[in-house]
């Protein structure tokens, strides 16, 4: 009587060795992808929330009866959000409060940039243009992950924001 030997072929193991490595090939991209489209997302998040707090904040400053193009620190009334001190430049938040108005990175007022601030990194902040990146990693060379806020130029103007920098490239 002859025991019979139960197992796999040679040709069944290659097959699914070759099936796992496509699946690996084709999953593998899209897995690295998450870590970029999770900081593009972090940051689109902090986005929303500096375009909210200018609103409010040029909305707190009508509602005071303080002049659409307001540039200063307003005095009778303060205006003050959740204890930041609000300083506009033409009747919206300037590029060193608007992260502490928006809750982005803390309370404390951003300075000339090249710093953390919380879980973000400012770039620069210079000649009203903030340049917001998710980490300090991502900054210069071919990782650059960022965004922009630049004060309202003129009267009747509001502040821009340039999102061209988030990128899945730019992010990974």
Not at 75 to 103: F, H, K, R
Request: glycine fraction near 10%.
């Amino acid at each position: 009587m002859r025991k019979s030997q139960s197992g796999f072929t040679l040709i069944e193991l290659v097959v699914v060795i070759a099936i796992l490595a496509i699946l690996t090939a084709v999953a593998l991209p899209r897995f690295a992808a998450l870590q970029a489209q999770a900081r593009i997302a972090k940051m689109n998040g902090a986005l929303g929330a500096m375009k909210s707090a200018a609103v409010m904040s040029h909305a707190l400053l009508l509602a005071n009866q303080y002049a659409t193009n307001y540039t200063g620190d307003p005095a009778a009334p303060d205006i003050n959000v959740e204890g930041v001190n609000a300083i506009y430049v033409q009747g919206y938040p300037s590029s060193s409060t608007i992260l502490p108005l928006a809750g982005v990175g803390g309370t404390a007022a951003t300075g000339a940039g090249s710093a953390a601030v919380g879980d973000y990194y400012v770039v620069s902040n210079a000649a009203g243009v903030l340049t917001l990146a998710p980490d300090a990693s991502h900054v210069g060379g071919t990782t650059n992950c960022t965004f922009t806020y630049t004060e309202a130029a003129g009267v009747n103007t509001q502040p821009t924001y340039v999102t061209t920098n988030l990128t899945v490239d730019n992010c990974s």
